[in-house]
Nanobody, 120 residues
Framework: QVQLVESGGGLVQPGGSLRLSCTASGSIFSIYAMGWYRQAPRKQRELVAVITSGGSTNYADSVKGRFTISRDNAKKTVYLQMNSLKSEDTAVYYC??????????????WGQGTQVTVSS
């Protein structure tokens, strides 16, 4: 079992920066792919960025060049550095941990979410 706790959200002006953190407990962190998703009001949850257990990354087109995902396996923590924030980045950001065992479906875990509001 994996428990995920996000932190670092808040209110920031357009063009500003925030760094989100997600710390895991309860299982082997390094084998999980870690991702950040977001959900804005009246919209579906969408993938923002993902980093595999091997360190490969992928980003939504809307955040490429502005957001950076990274992980520290020793600290069991994944980060999302968000720069040049825009009003459309306003959403609840969720941390996700996923792994696909040799047999059976993919196992996923979610954090409780942290609010990011970009507004002047």
């Amino acid at each position: 079992q994996v428990q995920l706790v996000e932190s670092g959200g808040g209110l920031v002006q357009p063009g500003g920066s925030l760094r989100l953190s997600c710390t895991a407990s309860g299982s082997i962190f390094s084998i999980y792919a870690m991702g950040w998703y977001r959900q804005a009001p009246r919209k579906q949850r969408e993938l923002v960025a993902v980093i595999t257990s091997g360190g490969s990354t992928n980003y939504a087109d809307s955040v490429k060049g502005r957001f950076t995902i990274s992980r520290d396996n020793a600290k069991k923590t994944v980060y999302l550095q968000m720069n040049s924030l825009k009003s459309e980045d306003t959403a609840v950001y969720y941390c996700n941990a996923a792994r696909t065992p040799a047999v059976g479906p993919t196992i996923t875990h979610w954090g409780q979410g942290t609010q990011v509001t970009v507004s002047s």
